[in-house]
């Protein structure tokens, strides 16, 4: 089947609907030398503000995982204590970060079935010295979403700087952003722009520490983009095109309004597992956690050929799941632009027809 027919409904990165496409095809600035592209830029991170927050919102050239190892190379010191708090593939990953620019990392969690334990949560932080924690809103490979209020009670409560990703939820349901000091998003989730460029909303708070923090990292030290407009000087040659789709997949978000954006992604979840349901599948791990941009069904080692069959026989591509869940999960994304009942419904008749 020719590319150009597949509908893929994978949790990122999302089909790109047209008009972003065609924004990205136009003639770029030269955002070297060209005034007028600062101008663009100040424009493009205020548009961003409702979606992100208060923070200073920063747009780095890079995919999603530059913002994880952003975060944690300008807030962590040598020798730092940092709780990673998690219960799935990325928050545990933001260990490997920490490890890396030589913090010492506590991860609190582990079961991937289970939402966040906030009483260990809580234990640690009584018990530990924590500059900074992390954690993981929307966990994709398992499509679990995390309630992140208890956890940003606790660490205000105890003065912790949090980083949380929401690469997969920004623009797809409402995230706390205004209690976060460090928000870290993408472009080609719910966005439904293309991939590379990494987004990220900076408290005053968290501007402070990184201001403190000896970077060892020029690409992914976030320091330069607090005065980037200002200035009007980047730290590196811009992807222009990507900024410019970016805007256009704001515009889109926007003109639709949030509220109306959320309540689509919630009717298209809610239609995905209604039809799940009918064919006798289970969500993993289940209803309760499950994010309103993605749908990870149960498939007990059937998932990859499954993937295989609804993709030659159907034109639909989807995901499975990750590491030891790759041959058991198969991943439904419903966000961005495929946030759309009649998409669902095309994928849901294909995996019926798949299952007979």
């Known amino acids: 089947m020719d590319d150009h027919d597949l509908l893929r409904m994978t949790p990122g990165p999302t089909e790109v609907p047209e008009r972003v496409r065609e924004r990205m095809a136009e ?34 050239g890079g995919e999603g995982i530059l913002g994880l190892e952003a975060a944690v190379a300008s807030l962590v010191d040598s020798g730092d204590e940092v709780l990673c708090i998690a219960n799935g593939l990325y928050g545990e990953g933001f260990a490997d970060f920490v490890d890396l620019y030589d913090g010492k990392a506590t991860v609190c969690g582990g079961d991937w079935r289970e939402p966040i334990d906030v009483d260990a949560v809580e234990r640690e932080l009584e018990t530990g010295d924590y500059a900074v924690a992390t954690m993981v809103h929307c966990e994709t490979p398992t ?28 623009g797809g349901t409402p995230v706390p952003t205004d209690r976060i000091d460090v928000v870290l998003g993408a472009t080609q989730k719910c966005f439904s722009a293309p991939p590379g460029l990494t987004v990220c909303a900076v408290s005053d708070r968290a501007w402070a520490r990184i201001e403190s923090v000896e970077t ?18 980047f730290p590196y040659t811009h992807l222009t095109a990507n ?34 349901d009918d064919l006798g599948l289970e969500v993993y791990p289940d209803d309760s956690l499950a994010s309103p941009t993605v749908t990870a069904l149960d498939l007990e080692g059937r998932a990859t050929d499954l993937q295989a069959q609804i993709r030659e026989e159907h034109g639909i591509v989807l995901s499975t ?3 030891d869940l790759e041959d058991d999960i198969l991943r439904i994304g419903h966000m961005g632009n495929n946030a759309q009942i009649d998409r669902v419904d095309r994928t849901m008749d294909a995996l019926e027809a798949a299952l007979e």
């Open 27 to 60: 003639p770029s600035r030269n955002p070297d030398v060209e005034p007028e592209f600062v101008d663009f830029y100040r424009d493009l991170t205020e548009k961003l503000d409702p979606i992100y927050g208060d923070g200073d919102v920063a747009i780095l």
């Open 143 to 170: 499509g679990v979403l995390n309630d992140l209020e208890p956890m940003l009670d606790l660490l205000a409560e105890h003065d912790v700087i949090s980083v949380v990703d929401a690469v997969s939820s920004l």
């Open 216 to 233: 060892r990292s020029f690409y992914a030290s976030l320091e330069p983009w607090k005065t980037v407009i200002q200035d009007e000087w």
């Open 243 to 276: 900024l410019q789709a970016l805007d256009a997949a704001t515009d889109l978000l926007l003109e639709e309004g949030l509220d109306s954006v959320y309540a689509r992604h919630e009717a298209a979840a809610e239609r995905c597992r209604e039809r799940a």
């Open 321 to 323: 799941g990750l590491g």
